[in-house]
C-alpha cells in the first residue's frame, strides 16, 4: 500500500476493510463514491410514516418502560445505520451522509424525534449529499424530525387565525438555529428582526401524524400573513415564501463561506488552511451549492495529503475497528450501545449544533481511557488473528517504526491487537 492510497482510506473513508482490494488510483477512487448511485440501501429502509405511527401508537397505549414501539425502532434503524457503515464499499459517501446528519443535527433528547431520527437521515440527506444543497436544505427544513426537534410544529403567527383564535405563540427555534448553525451563520450579518421576520415565514410548517400518510403539512390558518424582509430581501407570504426563503439562504455567500469552513475542517484539518476554504467556497459559489463538485475538490486539495491531525470520533473508531478487522456487523451485539458507552449515542447530540469536530473535544483522559478499556476486551474477543498482518492492510505505511516494534514486542496476540487499535496512526486521521 502506498502513501496516498493509506491517506485517502482513513482521512476521507472509515478504514480499510481487512484485506479487501486496494484501489489503483485513491483520488479517482473517492471521486467514483459521489458521481456514482450510492450502494448503502437499509433492506427495511425507516420512513417517517412508520416512525409517527409507532409514535401515535405509544402515546394512545401508554406501554409499560421496555417496550415502546418507538424505541424498539430507533435501536433497529441506529443497528442498520452503523452495519452499513462497517460493510460499505463506499465509506467516503457514507462519511459525506454523517457530516451532513450532523450539520442539520436533530436529536432523540428531544423525546419524539427518537421516533422519526432514522427516516430524517434516509429521507432529507442521504438522497442529497451529491445534489444540491438548497434541496437537502429545504428537505431538511420541512422534514417533521427537524420541526418537531425546533418545536416549530406548533409554531403560530400573532396574527394568524390560530394566534389570534388560541393565543399560540411564534416560536424562533428553527429560525433561529437555521441561521446560525444551518446557513449564513454568525458571520452572515444577521439580526434579531431577522430571526423573528424568518419565524413568522416558516409559522405554519407543521406535522401532521394522524393523517395518510402522516408527515408534513402546511397549515395556513397557523401561518402569520403579510411579506417578511430577511437580510434585506423580501418574501411573499405562504408557504412558496418559505421556499423562497431558503432558497436565498442556500445560496447567500456567507453560507458558502461556512460550509466550506466546516468541510475543510471535517475532512482536512481541526484549523483549516484558509487556500483550502476558499478553494472550496469557491467550488459552492461557482456551482450553486453542488454537493457533489465541493465533495470531489476536497481529495483535489494539497492539504488533504498533509500529515494527519484529526481524531477519529467514537462512532468513526468503532467502525473502524471492525471494518480492520473484517467482522461482519450482526456478530457485534449492541452496536448502538458501544457507541454511546463510548460517549456518543448515534442521533442523540446534546444541541443543535450538533457534535463537535475537533480533536480536543474527544481526546480527553477518561475518553481515552475508555477507548482503551474497550479495544481491550474487544481485542480479547477476535480470535487469533495476527495484529501485524492487520496493521500492515489497514495502515500500511502510516505505522510507525516504533509502534511496529511495540506491537511485535507485545507479551501476547491480545495485547498486541490492543496495542494496534489504540496507536495513534489508528485513532487519526
Given at each position: 500500500m502506498d502513501?496516498?492510497?493509506a491517506?485517502?482510506?482513513v482521512?476521507?473513508g472509515?478504514?480499510?476493510?481487512?484485506a479487501?482490494?486496494?484501489?489503483?488510483?485513491?483520488v479517482a477512487w473517492l471521486?467514483?463514491?459521489?458521481?456514482?448511485?450510492?450502494p448503502t440501501?437499509?433492506?427495511?429502509?425507516?420512513t417517517?410514516?412508520?416512525?409517527?405511527a409507532?409514535?401515535?401508537?405509544?402515546?394512545?397505549?401508554?406501554?409499560p418502560p421496555g417496550e415502546?414501539?418507538?424505541a424498539?425502532l430507533?435501536?433497529a434503524?441506529?443497528?442498520?445505520?452503523l452495519?452499513?457503515?462497517v460493510?460499505t464499499?463506499?465509506?467516503?459517501r457514507?462519511?459525506?451522509?454523517?457530516f451532513?446528519?450532523?450539520?442539520?443535527?436533530?436529536?432523540?433528547?428531544q423525546?419524539a424525534?427518537?421516533?422519526?431520527?432514522?427516516?430524517?437521515?434516509?429521507?432529507?440527506i442521504?438522497?442529497?449529499v451529491a445534489g444540491?444543497?438548497?434541496?437537502?436544505?429545504?428537505?431538511?427544513?420541512r422534514?417533521p424530525?427537524m420541526?418537531?426537534y425546533l418545536?416549530n410544529?406548533?409554531s403560530?403567527?400573532p396574527?394568524?387565525?390560530a394566534?389570534?383564535?388560541?393565543?399560540?405563540?411564534l416560536n424562533?427555534?428553527?429560525?433561529?438555529?437555521?441561521?446560525?448553525?444551518h446557513t449564513?451563520?454568525?458571520s452572515?450579518?444577521y439580526?434579531?428582526?431577522?430571526v423573528?421576520a424568518?419565524?413568522?415565514i416558516?409559522t405554519?410548517?407543521?406535522?401532521?401524524?394522524?393523517?395518510?400518510?402522516p408527515?408534513?403539512?402546511?397549515?395556513?390558518?397557523?401561518?402569520?400573513?403579510?411579506?417578511?424582509t430577511?437580510?434585506?430581501?423580501?418574501f411573499?407570504?405562504?408557504?412558496?415564501?418559505?421556499?423562497?426563503?431558503?432558497?436565498?439562504?442556500?445560496?447567500?455567500?456567507?453560507?458558502?463561506?461556512?460550509?466550506?469552513?466546516?468541510?475543510?475542517?471535517?475532512?482536512?484539518a481541526?484549523d483549516?488552511?484558509a487556500d483550502?476554504?476558499?478553494?472550496?467556497e469557491?467550488?459552492?459559489r461557482?456551482t450553486?451549492?453542488d454537493?457533489?463538485?465541493?465533495?470531489?475538490?476536497?481529495?483535489?486539495?494539497?492539504?488533504?495529503?498533509?500529515?494527519a491531525?484529526?481524531l477519529?470520533?467514537p462512532?468513526d473508531?468503532v467502525v473502524a475497528?471492525?471494518r480492520?478487522?473484517?467482522?461482519?456487523?450482526g456478530?457485534?451485539a449492541?452496536?448502538?450501545?458501544?457507541?454511546?458507552g463510548?460517549?456518543?449515542?448515534?442521533w442523540?447530540?446534546p444541541?443543535?449544533?450538533?457534535?463537535?469536530?475537533?480533536?480536543?473535544?474527544?481526546a480527553?483522559?477518561?475518553?481515552?481511557?475508555?477507548?482503551?478499556?474497550?479495544?481491550?476486551?474487544?481485542?480479547?474477543?477476535?480470535?487469533?488473528?495476527d495484529a501485524?498482518?492487520?496493521?500492515?492492510n489497514?495502515?500500511?505505511p502510516?505505522?510507525?517504526?516504533?509502534?511496529?516494534?511495540?506491537?511485535?514486542?507485545?507479551?501476547?496476540?491480545?495485547?498486541a491487537?490492543?496495542?494496534?487499535?489504540?496507536?495513534?496512526?489508528?485513532?487519526?486521521?
Amino acid at each position: 500500500m502506498d502513501m496516498p492510497t493509506a491517506v485517502a482510506l482513513v482521512r476521507f473513508g472509515l478504514g480499510r476493510r481487512d484485506a479487501e482490494p486496494l484501489p489503483s488510483d485513491p483520488v479517482a477512487w473517492l471521486i467514483a463514491q459521489i458521481r456514482q448511485p450510492d450502494p448503502t440501501r437499509l433492506v427495511d429502509p425507516p420512513t417517517t410514516a412508520k416512525g409517527l405511527a409507532a409514535l401515535r401508537e405509544d402515546r394512545e397505549t401508554t406501554p409499560p418502560p421496555g417496550e415502546s414501539r418507538v424505541a424498539a425502532l430507533f435501536k433497529a434503524q441506529a443497528t442498520a445505520q452503523l452495519a452499513n457503515a462497517v460493510a460499505t464499499p463506499a465509506p467516503f459517501r457514507e462519511r459525506l451522509v454523517w457530516f451532513w446528519t450532523n450539520h442539520f443535527t436533530v436529536s432523540r433528547r428531544q423525546g419524539a424525534c427518537a421516533a422519526v431520527a432514522g427516516a430524517f437521515v434516509e429521507e432529507a440527506i442521504r438522497p442529497h449529499v451529491a445534489g444540491r444543497f438548497g434541496d437537502m436544505l429545504l428537505a431538511a427544513m420541512r422534514h417533521p424530525a427537524m420541526l418537531m426537534y425546533l418545536d416549530n410544529a406548533g409554531s403560530a403567527g400573532p396574527d394568524s387565525q390560530a394566534g389570534q383564535k388560541n393565543h399560540r405563540g411564534l416560536n424562533e427555534n428553527l429560525a433561529r438555529e437555521c441561521l446560525e448553525l444551518h446557513t449564513v451563520s454568525l458571520s452572515g450579518g444577521y439580526s434579531q428582526a431577522d430571526v423573528t421576520a424568518f419565524a413568522k415565514i416558516l409559522t405554519g410548517w407543521s406535522v401532521d401524524p394522524k393523517a395518510d400518510p402522516p408527515g408534513f403539512r402546511f397549515r395556513p390558518f397557523a401561518h402569520e400573513p403579510g411579506e417578511q424582509t430577511i437580510l434585506r430581501h423580501t418574501f411573499p407570504p405562504g408557504e412558496a415564501g418559505g421556499i423562497a426563503a431558503l432558497e436565498f439562504l442556500a445560496n447567500h455567500p456567507a453560507t458558502h463561506r461556512f460550509l466550506a469552513v466546516k468541510l475543510v475542517r471535517h475532512f482536512i484539518a481541526d484549523d483549516p488552511p484558509a487556500d483550502a476554504v476558499r478553494a472550496i467556497e469557491g467550488v459552492l459559489r461557482d456551482t450553486g451549492g453542488d454537493l457533489a463538485a465541493a465533495s470531489a475538490a476536497l481529495p483535489r486539495l494539497d492539504a488533504a495529503w498533509r500529515p494527519a491531525t484529526k481524531l477519529r470520533t467514537p462512532t468513526d473508531y468503532v467502525v473502524a475497528c471492525l471494518r480492520a478487522l473484517g467482522i461482519p456487523p450482526g456478530q457485534i451485539a449492541n452496536l448502538p450501545g458501544i457507541v454511546a458507552g463510548l460517549g456518543q449515542p448515534l442521533w442523540t447530540a446534546p444541541a443543535p449544533d450538533g457534535w463537535p469536530d475537533r480533536a480536543v473535544d474527544w481526546a480527553a483522559p477518561e475518553a481515552m481511557l475508555r477507548r482503551i478499556d474497550w479495544a481491550s476486551g474487544f481485542a480479547g474477543r477476535v480470535g487469533t488473528r495476527d495484529a501485524m498482518d492487520i496493521a500492515g492492510n489497514v495502515l500500511g505505511p502510516l505505522l510507525r517504526p516504533g509502534t511496529r516494534d511495540a506491537i511485535v514486542r507485545a507479551g501476547s496476540r491480545r495485547d498486541a491487537m490492543t496495542l494496534l487499535l489504540t496507536c495513534s496512526e489508528f485513532q487519526r486521521r
